[in-house]
């Protein structure tokens, strides 16, 4: 299974970003695809997630700013981040369980990709 994310990046504080993570092996449709996030010196955290459903589930810190989507054709999850702070600057991993619910801690999440960096200037 390979997950690959893209689309991180530099940008000033109230940009937006798109990220793309495309999935080999692994049909995105049928898991929960999440997005998480560590900065410098913190633990990873939890951002987003759209389970295989289609809902989606947001961190409060995201949440009315980051939107969690899918294409099954591509067998690719994005998340699009607008109004984006000095605070999202982090490397951003997607990841994919077959965990039911709504996982949301990374140790509930299989498969991993590498991540992307995302820089937010002030």
């Known amino acids: 299974v390979q997950l690959q994310a893209s689309g991180g990046g530099s940008v000033q504080a109230g940009g937006s970003l798109r990220l793309s993570c495309a999935a080999s092996e692994l049909r995105v449709s049928n898991y929960n695809m999440g997005w998480f996030r560590q900065a410098p010196g913190k633990e990873r955290e939890f951002v987003a997630a759209?389970?295989?459903?289609?809902?989606?589930y947001y961190a409060d810190s995201v949440k009315g700013r980051f939107t969690c989507s899918r294409n099954n054709g591509k067998n690719t999850v994005f998340l699009q981040m607008n109004m984006l702070k000095p605070e999202d600057t982090a490397v951003y991993y997607c990841a994919a369980t077959s965990r039911v619910g709504t996982p949301d801690g990374p140790s509930d999440y299989n498969y991993w990709g590498r991540g992307t960096l995302v820089t937010v200037s002030s």
């Open positions: 759209i389970r295989w459903n289609s809902a989606t």
